[in-house]
């Protein structure tokens, strides 16, 4: 594979997106699990919805109209300033462990993300972490007004950099957008994270089950769409073995 560029979806592949725990909980205490995996949950509903009725806001207003979701059906009321407080987080999500070390060495090829986040969103992020240090650049599909896993989306990586689809390996931890890339064309890597073994055991070992192994089941498993990804790994370490 002659790679020219290696290209990174952000929340789930290299921010953590359940790193947000520690401030819902925080904010409501006893609630941060189930606000945690109800946001997350409506917060990609709200982008394929909108992305369908041909009603675009971006990301930000998506983030909020899904907590406001959230807190709505779970009863919970709070002051505009908690609300700030909660949100903010998604300007200072946790990197993976390994995020760094895994985009040094994959350079000299051109580093860049593709993400559904709105531009100020996405600097913000990457600025906070550090990363636009190892980035080439910083895509927002906000320059299309539509969602990822809209083909319109992912032509904004040739556009961009300046590459051919075969030349471009597109890693994401989220099966949509995985079926997404590789309907598009490009060569794909899915960074499996849980496997379905570890996904049945969660089920026998806990008498109920819990709201992230809900949502594990729900959005971190392949889809079955008919579109496979090139290269599993389960961690971001793996991606210079197949780069």
Sequence with gaps: ????AVVFDAYGTLYDI???SEITEDAFPGYGEIITQIWRIKQ???????SMMRRYQDFSAVTRDSLAYTLRVLGLACENETFERVIEKYLHLDLYPDAVAAL??????????LSNGSPDMLNALVRNSGLDRLLDATISVDAKGIFKPSPQAYELIGETLG??????????SNPWDVAGAKAFG???AWIERVTPEAMALAC????LVAPLTMFRAIRTQMDELGFAPDHRVHALSE???IA
């Design 1 to 4: 594979m002659s790679l020219k």
């Design 18 to 20: 359940q790193s947000v």
């Design 44 to 50: 990609l509903e709200y982008t394929w919805l909108r």
């Design 104 to 113: 040094e060495a994959l350079k000299p090829r051109k580093l860049a993300i």
């Design 163 to 172: 590459t051919a689809s075969e030349e471009v390996l597109f890693v994401s």
């Design 186 to 188: 490009l060569n794909v």
């Design 204 to 207: 026998v070992e806990n008498e």
């Design 239 to 241: 991606l210079a073995k």
